[in-house]
């Protein structure tokens, strides 16, 4: 039986502190590599590492860092500013070795290159990686804000038309789950998370897919006290959110 204290033992308590959707998500191969990939972070702000790369130019990446609001919007602009379109995600939370809430999330990453959100089949580097990081470092320590970093990112016009959707459901815990199903393009996940953020609510996990033009983003939201979100709050940050996927169709995010 290894060292409580030692690395071995870390890797095996990194499953037990994630969510159980976590640990029906990955087999224990992922989740060792997912807990070394935590272990590498050590005492930095946020930590950005590859994690598969896969034959269709798809990265997946690792995001380390300690949780805050706003953190799943300051992630997705470290990667809108490096060109990186956002195909999945995973975002959970759990708690550190130090007794702080860490977030942990996977990214499924394809490059966008040339206009109108042209997609490139090569796949993110090491190099570009360590630049992604550095970018999310300071966003995170506040040396640069997100506003000032992507404010004159080009956007375009998604390659299928859908009619957005969003929809609310409870859970028997407390949160809401809001659902958000439209139209695909580059930028959007980016315009949602800091439209939520704006609107002072916690984001407790994510989860994003894409098929076939259509996206859907599902985000467990509280309010930052931990109080449930009522019905008013609701409608408000259904328009909130309206207003930001709008917002990167025409342009004006």
């Not at 204290?5 to 308590?13: F, G, H, I, T, V």
């Not at 598969?52 to 798809?58: A, K």
């Not at 859970?171 to 439209?182: A, L, Q």
């Not at 996206?215 to 959110?241: M, N, S």
């Amino acid at each position: 039986m290894p060292d409580a204290s030692s690395p071995a033992a870390r890797l095996d308590d990194f499953g037990a502190t994630m969510p159980a959707r976590y640990r029906e998500s990955f087999d224990r191969a992922a989740i060792d590599e997912h807990a070394a990939i935590a272990s590498r972070r050590g005492g930095a702000p946020a930590h950005v590492e590859v994690w598969r790369r896969l034959d269709d130019g798809v990265t997946v990446v690792c995001v380390v860092a300690d949780d805050r609001p706003g953190l799943l919007s300051r992630i997705t602009a470290s990667l809108v500013i490096h060109s990186m379109d956002i195909v999945a995600a995973q975002a959970y939370t759990r708690v550190s070795p130090a007794g702080t809430g860490e977030a942990v999330d996977l990214l499924w990453l394809r490059r966008i290159r040339g206009g109108g959100g042209r997609l490139a089949s090569a796949s993110l580097s090491d190099l570009e990686c360590t630049r992604i990081a550095d970018v999310l470092r300071a966003l995170v320590t506040g040396e640069i804000s997100v506003d000032a970093t992507v404010g004159g990112i080009p956007v375009s016009e998604p390659r299928v038309a859908f009619a957005t959707r969003i929809a609310f459901s409870d859970t028997r815990d407390g949160p809401i789950v809001m659902t958000i199903e439209t139209s695909d393009r580059p930028g959007l996940l980016l315009a949602i998370t800091r439209a939520l953020y704006r609107a002072n609510v916690q984001i407790v996990a994510s989860d994003a897919s894409t098929d076939e033009s259509r996206v859907v983003d599902r985000f467990t939201l509280l309010e930052l006290d931990g109080t449930p979100i009522g019905e008013k709050r609701r409608r408000a940050l259904q328009t909130d959110v309206l207003a930001a996927v709008d917002a990167v169709s025409r342009g004006t995010r």
